[in-house]
């Protein structure tokens, strides 16, 4: 079965510094691979997916990830926080042509000033 | 409006009632869902529809019935809820189902209490 852990409930990090949250996944062949970010009170905003190819993916806010099949991860990274990054992070999984996302039960950030 | 609308965005029910979720998306996708945001708990897919069918119902409990009259419009009908059922219900939409096209998009969510 399909499944998404992100084994860190929670970070903190100081503004400026760097980040990586981990993100690990179950599933027999190469899934589609997603981002997601929730401020407080809004809803799920994609910040970058993977379906194939290069397997540095750059998205919005200035985050990257890698997907590294050997490892079945899917780490997102940013080189320098901002405050306003403060939120939870979804990784997610797609099966190919299932419609169907499995999300991990995502990590917290929180930024220190 | 644009993007992925839901309303109410807050719900206070008694376990008795019946009331109904909104969702309007204005992106032109042809597939929409339904999840639930439980506390420590990861999103749950709950149902969802592809040009107005339902393709997906993840054994959700007959106490929660959607609708979707057309590919804009989903709603989320709840009757004899439990308090368990207190959750954030979140609608999303993407063009596909197919995996291809199935970046979602996600309304804001309904935060429903049940008393």
């Known amino acids: 079965a399909q499944s998404v852990t992100q084994p860190d409930i929670h970070i903190t990090v100081s503004e400026g510094a760097s980040l990586e949250l981990r993100c690990n996944y179950s599933?027999?062949?190469?899934?589609?691979l997603f981002w997601y970010v929730q401020s407080p009170g809004q809803g799920l905003q994609l910040l970058l997916k993977y379906f194939s190819g290069d397997t540095l993916v750059q998205g919005i806010k200035g985050f990257e990830a890698e997907f590294k099949r050997s490892q079945s991860s899917f780490n997102l990274r940013k080189p320098s926080v901002h405050w306003s990054d403060a939120a939870e992070y979804f990784c997610?999984?797609?099966?190919?042509?299932?419609?169907?996302?499995?999300f991990g039960q995502g990590t917290t950030l929180q930024v220190k000033p | 409006e644009t993007g992925v609308t839901q309303t109410p965005r807050h719900l206070v029910m008694g376990m008795t009632n019946k009331k109904s979720l909104k969702c309007e998306q204005h992106?032109?996708?042809?597939?929409m869902y339904w999840y639930k945001q439980s506390a420590k708990k990861p999103l749950e897919l709950m149902f969802v529809y592809s040009l107005e069918e339902r393709v997906e119902n993840n054994s959700v409990p007959s106490r929660f019935s959607p609708e979707c009259p057309n590919s804009s419009h989903l709603f989320l009908h709840l009757h004899t809820l439990q308090p368990e059922d207190s959750a954030l219900y979140l609608c999303?939409?993407?063009?596909?189902?197919?995996?291809?096209?199935?970046?979602?998009?996600f309304g804001p969510g309904t935060r429903l209490t049940v008393l």
């Open positions: 999303a939409s993407s063009l596909s189902v197919l995996a291809a096209y199935n970046e979602q998009f």
């Open positions: 599933y027999g062949a190469t899934p589609y």
């Open positions: 997610a999984v797609e099966g190919r042509n299932t419609g169907k996302l499995i």
């Open positions: 992106l032109g996708h042809n597939a």
